[in-house]
């Protein structure tokens, strides 16, 4: 009975090592390169999209944060001149008068109070995302440390044949 000549640890262990990354990576023919390249390449394109979109959501959420401390700012005023003119007026003025302008006020309260959630809300879901786009980023750098691996080692085709001539 012939048998074949058992083939180096090393080389036993690059085969393994190849297989699994080639399972991992979901390629059907790990002897095929172009295989190879074009998962590698799909890699980096969705690595430079996670970026492109964190860096899209960062500047949404600068522009967001910068509109909530406008806003902040003008309730402030707002209240500041509603304290203002209260304080002024308060013995001229008739109860009907003061109760429209407190009606207008509480208007406009509720207003700024309700712009103020819609912002908060957006900020909570670009939060979210943010976390999302970080756990991709993470499984994008496991990846890329499998296809570093896998880099190193000859093709699959070039072992068989070398194990076929033993």
């Keep these: 009975m012939l048998s074949l000549p058992r083939a180096s640890s ?8 190849l297989s699994n990354v080639a399972k991992m990576l979901c390629i059907e023919d790990p002897s095929d390169i172009s295989s190879c390249f074009s998962v590698i390449t799909q890699l980096s394109e969705d690595s430079l999209s996670a970026l492109r979109l ?7 959420e600068f522009e967001l944060q910068s ?13 500041k001149w509603d304290t203002t003119f209260e304080d002024q007026h308060k013995e ?11 009606e207008d006020l509480m208007r406009k309260a509720k207003e700024y109070h309700e712009e103020l959630k819609t912002i908060l809300v ?12 970080k756990t991709k980023e993470q499984e994008l ?7 570093k ?8 085709s070039c072992l068989s044949v070398t194990r076929l001539r033993f």
């Design 92 to 102: 001229e003025e008739s109860s009907v008068m003061i109760g429209r302008r407190k």
């Design 141 to 147: 750098k496991a990846k890329r440390v499998k296809v």
């Design 54 to 60: 964190l860096n899209q959501l960062q500047y949404i």
């Design 67 to 79: 509109h909530l401390a406008l806003v902040r700012y003008e309730q402030r005023l707002v209240d």
């Design 10 to 17: 090393g080389a036993e262990e690059r085969l393994e090592l």
């Design 149 to 156: 691996a896998f880099k190193g080692l000859p093709p699959v």
């Design 122 to 133: 957006t900020v909570t879901r670009l939060k979210e995302q943010e976390k999302k786009n």
